[in-house]
């Protein structure tokens, strides 16, 4: 209603009211909690209370209801806590006081709270921290008006705040929580800046992160990290918003990043934000941290499997910098673990990482950050006269500048320009003796160099909407010779590929009621290369309902599109990969994937406990394999034994996490089945494919005996199911072919006449490690003494390579796992200083 409306019809009412209620008493103050009562009783009670004259119509106050409280209140303060949050204001004319519907006039009574939340001590980002609006502190009953967390960059904002007196509180786990009062104007925005202070605990060395329970070990992320039945290579890794092809090194024997380096660490196995996209496995996002703005620090450690430098420091007032370098060295653990048929085993590692931040004026910075990473094996194998020789090397680099700018209280964007590179060279040195007119070398080299655009943006558009939108423009160049005798099916060769790849995506954050919010996405992408082009058009959906504090529910649905494939058909890829990548074509479809989860989450006594269950669903089509009879087939390229078929897996995961405390830990069960169709194998009935995962414990748990020793476990247990399916109902065959090619002692791809196709996978994984971790003070530096135990499996090299000829006089190989129990254990000593 218009003010002058309003006023006519006050007038109206004060002439029926009671002498008593016009007289005004200046400096009057009063205490009161109320919890859900109307509004127009409250009102009632404060013309009571203050003998002040309060005017209103009763269709504006008309089924509202109020929680609140004040301590010692005048009326003015008792009125601001009272309509707080609603859609009505008050104004005093006179002796009157007057409430009204907000008009046109009043619209832009608001005001934006935004800021960064960082440690203390670091100056680091804090990520997922939960920003809380709440009544002034002076109020018993202190009602949250709006909530939000932070960003990947610590970022936060909450658009259109009501004018009047607040607490903002700041938690994050780790930290002790910090408030501070605010007071909003109309249409001035405030920035606030937290600098969270470290709890006074002994933070757990392992850690599970991630609602969806991936494993992160006790040196960082573990190439063990899987999006359930679904390949390791299949996932996504990103490192500053640059992508890493292949970062495993040793499949875990020495971590994934070095820890050291890490700020947050985000992943996600379903349920996907548009902004990823392209992989129908899971995402590992990692971010750097920027280095020390305080002091020139550092780490120096050294071990029985790897040794590591790290600095970091400020370079100006307004720029820092962090360089780390590490050196692995497993192949020490070779002696410790004699295998047959191998007369050496030499591995090697190595991985620079650096950054450099310059702050600018304002809320603007940018960085720029480095990742070179090499590895290498070398072994010998014997058999039947054959001596084999084999160099295996390979690595990434990534370098990526972006920019971060805070360009309004509401708006965030940051952009990145990335370029990065995969490869990997492959020798086989052979003497065959009795065949000596053969060729003794075989050559294998491959690599993938991107360059990437990319810009992201983040509106916080009202206290119901957060939009979030972004480009990624990508240009692939692939160029790779690989012979048969390396990938163990047929040659393959892309000279010079050139691949553009563009994709768009929006997503809006939609608190739909209090309690209940929606992500709603969709992204497009575009493909085009010398084989073919493809676009597509991914929709992405998650709802999350809070039930209360304690108790959430949440479901997703996800589409996604993958126009580059990777290519490996033996387990021992996994850890010696000649894992390459090649693109979409007319005759390698594009893989499509839909998957749903359905969850709900618990916790307990502040959060220091989270039960949580969920189930999900997933199907793709045109899934890519290769045919496994191949081996002994003249085939002039990879591409003619592609298969195209379907691939469906369901499973259910629980999971009890400790998160604070003196013990800390996880306890996740998951059960999985996954199976695929392909119309060549098995007459086209479903079958188990190489990396189902039938049942799954993991248990990871930290104990702080006291502020000097921790002790830590970790354990992994996992089952399979194969199949095993006759010669003949897989295609092409080779004429006379009777199965026992590879055979030896009922082992291998082949047995008995039978194929197994989950021959040449990895067992059951058996993983246990054991920490003892003593931190103390040498000449006044920081120092920690680590004690791991770790099983050989995984850890060390767990493949016997055996050679063999064929009837056709072909060279060929085969890598079967040795017999690996879950003990002995081999310990790896470990000293660190930090200065």
């Known amino acids: 209603m218009k003010t002058a409306a309003t006023l006519f019809f006050s007038i109206v009412l004060i002439v029926v009211l009671p002498k008593e209620g016009t007289a005004q008493r200046t400096g009057e103050r009063s205490s009161f909690e109320w919890n859900n009562i109307p509004l127009h009783v409250s009102l009632d009670s404060l013309m009571k209370r203050y003998t002040e004259s309060i005017v209103y119509l009763d269709k504006d106050v008309e089924g509202k209801n109020v929680s609140v409280s004040c301590a010692n209140c005048s009326c003015d303060e008792a009125l601001d806590s009272l309509l707080n949050g609603t859609s009505l204001i008050w104004i005093r004319r006179g002796n009157q006081i007057i409430v009204m ?21 670091t100056g680091e980002w804090i990520a997922g921290a939960s920003v809380l609006l709440q009544d002034s502190a002076g109020q018993v009953y202190k009602t949250v008006r709006r909530w939000c967390p932070t960003n990947s960059f610590g970022f936060f904002s909450l658009p259109r705040i009501p004018i009047g007196r607040y607490t903002l509180v700041v938690r994050a786990i780790g930290y002790e929580t910090m408030a501070q009062d605010i007071e909003t104007e109309a249409e001035k925005s405030i920035q606030c800046a937290f600098g969270m202070i470290q709890k006074n605990i002994v933070v757990r060395e392992v850690t599970i992160e991630g609602q969806r329970a991936a494993l992160i070990s006790t040196n960082g992320i573990s190439h063990s990290t899987y999006h359930r039945s679904v390949p390791t290579d299949q996932n996504q890794y990103m490192l500053d918003g640059g992508r890493i092809y292949n970062p495993a090194h040793f499949g875990g024997i020495v971590s994934t990043f070095n820890p050291e380096v890490l700020n947050d660490v985000q992943v996600a196995l379903g349920g996907l934000p548009p902004l ?116 295996f090397s390979w690595g990434n680099c990534m370098f990526d500048f972006r920019w971060i700018g805070i360009v309004t209280p509401s708006l965030f964007l940051h952009a990145s320009a990335v370029y990065s590179r995969y490869n990997f060279d492959i020798q086989h040195n052979i003497n065959l003796n009795s065949l000596g007119s053969a060729d003794p070398r075989l050559y294998s080299n491959y690599a993938i160099e991107d360059f990437n655009i990319n810009a992201h943006a983040e509106n916080y558009y009202d206290e119901d909407h957060t939009i979030r939108a972004g480009f990624e423009f990508t240009h692939h160049m692939i160029d790779g010779s690989i012979s048969k005798f390396s990938s163990q099916t047929a040659p393959f060769s892309l000279q010079n590929l050139s691949v553009w790849e563009a994709a768009v995506y929006l997503q809006d954050r939609w608190k739909i009621l209090p309690g209940i919010a929606a992500d709603l996405g969709v992204r497009a992408t575009s493909f085009t290369s010398e084989k073919g082009s493809f676009s597509a058009i991914d929709p992405r959906f998650s709802l999350l309902v809070s039930f209360d504090e304690q108790t959430r529910f949440y479901s997703s649905f996800s589409a996604i599109n993958q126009f580059i494939h990777p290519y490996r ?55 890519h394999e290769f045919g496994l009879d191949s081996i002994s087939a003249k085939v002039a390229d990879l591409e003619q034994i592609l298969l195209s078929g379907k691939g469906r897996m369901y499973g259910f995961t629980c999971s009890l996490r400790k998160r604070t405390g003196v013990l800390t830990g996880i306890l996740t069960y998951n059960y999985s089945w996954s199976g695929e169709t392909f119309a060549e194998i098995n007459r086209g009935s479903e079958f188990n494919p190489p990396f189902d995962r039938r049942h799954e414990l993991q248990g990871a748990v930290s104990y702080a005996a006291s502020e000097d020793w921790v002790l830590s476990a970790l354990c992994v247990v996992q089952s399979r199911k194969s199949s095993v399916i006759e010669p003949k109902l897989v295609k092409n065959l080779p004429a006379g072919w009777d199965g026992r090619v590879l055979t030896e ?26 920490d003892i971790t003593h931190r103390f003070s040498l000449l006044n530096l920081s120092c920690q003494f680590s004690l791991r135990f770790m099983n050989s499996y995984g850890l060390v090299d767990p493949f016997v390579w055996k050679l063999k000829m064929n009837e056709l006089n072909e060279l060929l190989w085969n890598a079967t796992l040795q017999n690996v129990s879950l003990f002995p254990l081999y310990p790896a000593v470990e000293i660190r200083v930090r200065f």
């Open 101 to 121: 519907k907000q008009d046109k006039a009043q619209i832009h009574r608001y005001s934006t709270v935004s800021g960064v939340v960082t440690d203390s001590l």
């Open 276 to 391: 990823y996209g392209g992989r129908v496995g899971g995402i590992v996002d990692l971010s750097m941290r920027d280095g020390s703005r305080r002091q020139l620090s550092g780490s120096c450690g050294l071990g029985t499997l790897g040794s590591n430098l790290s600095f970091e420091g400020p370079i100006t007032g307004t720029s820092t910098f962090l360089v780390s370098g590490r050196s692995g060295y497993p192949d020490a653990a070779m002696q410790v673990f004699p295998r047959e048929g191998m007369k050496s085993s030499l591995m090697g590692s190595s991985e620079l990482i650096t950054k450099i931040t310059q702050r600018l004026s304002g809320s603007d910075q940018i960085s720029l950050s480095g990742y070179l990473a090499k590895d290498t094996y070398n072994n010998e194998a014997e058999g039947e006269g054959i001596k084999l020789k084999n160099a």
């Open 569 to 623: 058909q033996s387990g021992v890829f996994l850890i010696y990969p000649t894992i390459f990548w090649y693109p979409s074509t007319d005759t390698a479809r594009p893989s499509t994937s839909l998957h749903v989860t359905l969850g709900m989450e618990r916790s307990f006594k502040d959060d220091e406990y989270i039960l949580s269950a969920e189930t999900y669903y997933r199907i793709t089509n045109d899934l």
């Open 745 to 770: 002692n009922g082992t291998g791809l082949f047995q008995n006449g039978f194929v197994d196709i989950n021959g040449s996978r990895l067992l059951g994984f058996q993983r246990l490690e054991l």
